[in-house]
């Protein structure tokens, strides 16, 4: 009888990440705390092209939501 495995295991191919491994990747880059497994992970399977362009994304969200909270602040306070 074989161990279990455990089903949050990545996939042992060469096959691309999926969007939200990229999402996660992205967003723990983001916040420094991206492990060195996933980092690895990153490099073998992903594509600078996908990383790019998901960083820029979050980076522009980003800003919108610090101006979107800025804004409502000011709003409230009778600014």
């Known amino acids: 009888m074989s161990a279990p495995t455990d089903p949050t295991d990545e996939p ?5 990440l999926g969007p939200f ?11 420094g705390i991206q492990s060195s497994k996933n980092r690895e ?6 594509r600078i ?4 362009t998901a960083g820029i994304a979050f980076t522009f969200l980003f ?7 800025v804004t409502l602040v000011l709003n409230a306070s009778g600014h």
């Open 21 to 31: 491994q990229v999402v996660g990747s992205v967003l723990a880059a983001a916040l």
């Open 12 to 16: 042992a191919d060469d096959s691309a």
């Open 41 to 46: 992970r990153d490099f073998k399977r992903g």
């Open 63 to 69: 800003i919108a939501a610090v101006m979107a909270a």
């Open 49 to 52: 092209g996908i990383f790019v």
